[in-house]
């Protein structure tokens, strides 16, 4: 098993005094990376070439983008009340999309197994025509489209696990009948979207899921929505890559939320996703970092999913107890509507 593993390393050049999508959440996590020896044999670095403006054309409209560029130009400044920029974001964020380009090009070419990008500024928020949620390119559906474009893979598998719904993957998504995007998310909670009832539209009816779920949910939730939705849903679906957005904010220590995950529950959630991707899609999996913002949960969190994903160890305990009743009828309820039960 080979996990490709690379940084945006220019990643502080985008940084906001006090803004809590800071440079040092990446760089706990790099220092955690780095100190453990058993991650340093067992992760494999990629080379990353530049990426141009072309490739966050992929997904976002030429107005959107050049909206951007001119307030970088201009030294930065705020796109909404959450999403900042500064004189360097247009190669931050292009330097991201780099760095997630070349782990999902390792994985499809064969050299890698599965791959973690370690990158910052997130993108799962950025909608084709809006950045929000500290986001600035859709950093995850521009590499779906890229392995379209470049590979000619079709069907595509995105999980989103950060508590924050991806509103913006979705959107890029929501009439595609090949792209399968499955979130799971506390609701209600910024930004505000991701209820039952949203499944897609037209042609890409029924390939949109969401889990919401109460806040406090915790492991046990967590451990039953894959259960009973995620591994069901991807397996009926049949994905040639699954496409993970990373985020860890549903730890219980983060304070841009109300959940209750453990670092060893980002572990099982990880494991589930590489025991899905090895029999559903030749085992090509790959991950990118979306939120999580108190630094030292968010780093455990990282090393807790790498270790997974090089099969560094025992697999994860797994909690047996069950939600409580009131979680358990929201995901059984969204299994009954997409005829998972």
């Known amino acids: 098993m080979a996990t490709a593993f690379a940084a945006n390393q220019a990643h502080d050049a985008h940084a906001k005094a006090g803004h809590a999508e800071r ?10 990376v780095s100190a453990d020896a058993q991650l340093q044999e067992a992760l494999r670095a990629v080379d990353v070439a530049t990426a141009d403006l072309e490739l966050p054309a992929l997904v976002h409209s030429e107005r959107y983008i050049q909206t951007i560029v001119d307030q970088v130009e201009s030294g930065g400044g705020m796109l909404d009340a959450d999403t900042y920029t500064t004189a ?41 025509r809006q950045p929000m949620g500290f986001c600035l390119f859709s950093n995850v559906a521009i590499i779906a489209a890229w392995m379209r474009h470049q590979h000619g893979v079709e069907r595509i598998a995105i999980v989103d696990f950060d508590v924050h719904h991806g509103n913006g993957t979705q959107d890029v998504f929501y009439h ?74 549903a730890h219980t220590d983060d304070p841009l939320a109300q959940m209750q995950l453990s670092a060893e529950g980002f572990a099982l959630l990880c494991y589930r996703l590489r025991d899905i991707a090895d029999r559903a899609c030749s085992e090509r999996l790959i991950a990118a970092l979306e939120g999580g913002y108190d630094a030292d949960a968010l780093a455990a969190s990282v090393q807790a999913s790498l270790h997974v994903l090089t099969g560094i160890g025992a697999p994860p305990a797994v909690d047996e107890s069950a939600p409580d009743a009131t979680t358990k009828q929201q995901i059984d309820d969204v299994a009954r509507l997409y005829q998972l039960d």
């Open 23 to 32: 440079p040092e959440r990446l760089e706990r996590v790099l220092e955690v």
């Open 88 to 128: 360097d974001s247009v190669q931050v964020g292009l330097e991201t999309l780099a760095v997630q380009r070349a782990l999902a090009d390792a994985v499809l070419s064969g050299r890698a197994t599965n791959s973690f990008a370690a990158t910052r500024p997130p993108g799962h928020h950025a909608t084709p």
């Open 176 to 249: 595609d009948p090949d792209t399968l995007f499955l979130s799971l998310h506390q609701h209600p909670l910024y930004p505000g979207t991701g209820g039952v009832k949203e499944t897609g539209s037209g042609a890409g009816t029924g390939t949109t899921i969401n889990v919401p779920l109460p806040a406090r949910a915790g492991d046990a939730a967590y451990r039953y929505a894959f259960e009973q939705v995620v591994a069901p849903a991807l397996e009926a679906f049949e994905p040639e890559v699954l496409l993970v957005s990373a985020g860890y904010d």
